[in-house]
């Protein structure tokens, strides 16, 4: 059976109430003044109304202008939040570090993280670990980190720790052990303030001090390479040759501070001569937990940790040519703490970066 449909003519929805002759209009609101209608002959001259110049008087270009600014926000803040590590100064740099919650900062170019927090993934494949104090956010993922690394048959890794938690950090494992039943094989090593350990020919690190609530050390990497003795400069390659095959050490040992990470720490880190070479360093990696005046300077000292107040305050000693913010307050969404680092970055010539994975943008 056939049917018959009468097509009605298509009529082009109205997104925007754009004026047109003879338009149709909708009723009224009762706030809304009556519309006048005109009727013009035909041998009026009818006035052409741009529908850009509608636009314009009505108040809707604003409010697309608005509407893609913050979509353009969203967008930024979504990806500084999906973004994964940080390239400085030739180094990649990856991790996370809420304070109180978990921080492991990760150099793969050195096969090393900078405490172990929980254990991210990322950090079994590291070969070394500095351990800067003892609060279980920093060294929680310690025992599964070094069951990891035997479960995926990798070589047994270099935990480093302040000489003060060495016998508890080796009581803690044998206590895993125990109850795991499993070999828990590490090198643990207990590096004191101003002591240097070979992690291979070319990079060494050494502890620096660092002040916290409990006892605490920052490390600094650095690249190794040898230099010919100035008198020695104007010899001739057999001369030279020569005189190393008789033991002559004809070369000198330089030392450049690569990377430096403090921990949890107060200020006062800034103001020891002994630790110039942290603040020296390519990379620093710091500490900001607290960034506003909501929480006061006394605050943070009291609990043994940095105000951003602080490194504004002592910025004439940072030479470095990049600084890593971290360990900030959970308080904070990722757009305060862009905003703080704008504020350290007009006082200091490094580039000033933060460490913001697993932090919330306020427009999630």
Known sequence: MQTSLTLLPFKTPLIFPIHHHNPISPKPLPSSPQPQHHTFSQTQTQTHVSPVNSFKGSGYISTISQAIKEEEEYRRARAEVL?????LEGFSIEGLSIGGHET??????????????????RAIQQSFVF???????????????VASRGLYNLKPPTVFVP??????????????????????NLDLVALDVGETYEMRN???????????VIPSQGYVIYSVRKKLKMKYINMKGRQIEKLKKSGVEI?????????AFTGDTTSDYML?????????????????????????????????????FEIIEHAQWIRNKAVVLTHFSSRYSI???????????????????PLIEGFKSMYT
């Open 202 to 212: 070319n990079l060494v690190v050494r502890a620096f001090k660092t002040q916290h």
């Open 83 to 87: 973004r994964k590590g940080l390239d």
């Open 272 to 308: 020891d001569p002994r630790n110039a070479d942290a603040l020296r360093a390519k990379v620093l990696i710091t500490e900001a937990t607290f960034l506003d005046d909501g929480i006061s300077i006394e605050h943070a000292r009291q609990h043994g940790h940095t105000h951003l």
């Open 335 to 353: 757009e305060d703490i862009r905003q703080a680092v704008s504020r350290l970055q007009s006082k200091v010539s490094a580039k000033v970066v």
């Open 251 to 259: 070369t000198n040992t330089i030392l450049s501070p690569e990377v």
């Open 131 to 145: 351990i800067t104090h003892a609060h279980l956010d920093h060294i929680g993922g310690l025992p599964m980190y």
């Open 163 to 184: 000489p003060c938690i060495k016998d508890d950090v080796e009581k803690l494992l044998e206590i895993h052990r125990s109850m795991g039943q499993v070999e828990l």
């Open 104 to 121: 492991c900062v990760i150099i793969p170019d050195f096969k090393c993280a900078f405490d172990i927090g929980r254990c991210p993934s």
